[in-house]
């Protein structure tokens, strides 16, 4: 069996209404780790901040910090940013995925989110730090409910706000051959149900082009924030020969995994 390697693909855009991005994407295959953070504040403060939380999150990877450890250092440089420019209050949201071969772990604060898509289906594997999710456990909102709710945007934790209390979220899985894990904004997910993105993942040829399909139905859906995303999958080199042509993405992907 020839070996496999982790492909990746990344996008982010500012989408049809915002003025600017204030999304930011990590790509890191050398210490295998992708992340999305999703910035707050305004006025550019809250570029400044997802920018901020993936520069450290990289740098405390780099000295060998592990996944949680690293977003609390995030957290950290973001708070004393703000401190820095007159107690302004800015903030981000963060996913991120550290891979060790096929095996993964994904931790998460806010509502950026992750997503593991096999032949199976689609499986949310982060749950929001946000006001409407609060609402979903507790009966009093249903999914799609939320998805239209004024305050649905709004999220209880992020980078930036305590010192005190931050809960990290964290999973842990394997990527099997055939499978895809998602990273992304809530620009993405705010314009996009889950059977919209797991259709989407069905089609497309490539990974650059489920990246490009993912963000442009969600422009064409709306676009009222950012988008952002990265895909990954195990596969084989290139020069791999098949011998079928499969019907859609995930069964080609999980074809050329085979052989």
């Known amino acids: 069996m020839s070996m496999q390697f982790l492909g990746f693909a990344a996008q982010s855009v500012t989408g049809r209404v915002r003025g ?3 999304d930011a994407v990590l790509c890191l295959p050398e210490f295998g780790l992708w992340a999305v953070a999703d910035g707050m504040g305004g006025h550019q403060f809250g570029e400044v901040a997802s920018a901020l939380a993936l520069d450290t999150l990289r740098a405390a990877v780099a000295a060998g910090d592990d996944l949680e450890a690293a977003i609390h250092a995030a957290n950290q440089a973001v708070l004393d940013a703000g401190r ?4 302004r209050r800015m903030g981000s949201t963060v996913v991120a995925a550290r891979f ?6 994904v ?3 806010g509502d950026s989110r992750a997503y593991l898509v096999t032949l199976d289906g689609i499986a949310r594997l982060t749950r929001d730090h946000s006001w409407v999710q609060a609402m979903i456990d507790a009966g009093e909102l249903s999914v799609e409910e939320a ?4 305050r649905r945007n709004i999220v209880t934790q992020c980078l930036g706000l305590s010192e005190e209390f931050l809960e990290v979220g964290r ?3 394997r990527l099997a051959p055939g499978e ?3 990273l992304c904004s809530d620009g993405l997910t705010g314009e996009l149900n889950d059977g919209q993105i797991e259709e989407v993942c069905a089609g497309a040829a490539t990974l650059d082009e489920l990246v490009e399909q993912l963000i442009g139905l969600a422009n064409r859906l709306g676009g009222k924030d950012n988008i952002s995303c990265i895909v990954l999958g195990h596969s084989l080199p290139e020069s791999t020969k098949i011998d079928a042509k499969p019907r859609n993405f ?3 992907w999980l074809h050329s995994c085979k052989h």
């Open 20 to 22: 600017h991005n204030e």
């Open 84 to 87: 820095d420019n007159g107690g």
């Open 100 to 105: 060790a071969g096929a095996d993964f772990e």
């Open 107 to 109: 931790a998460w604060i």
């Open 147 to 150: 998805r239209q709710h004024p």
């Open 171 to 173: 999973v842990q899985g």
């Open 180 to 182: 895809l894990l998602l």
């Open 250 to 252: 995930l069964s080609r």
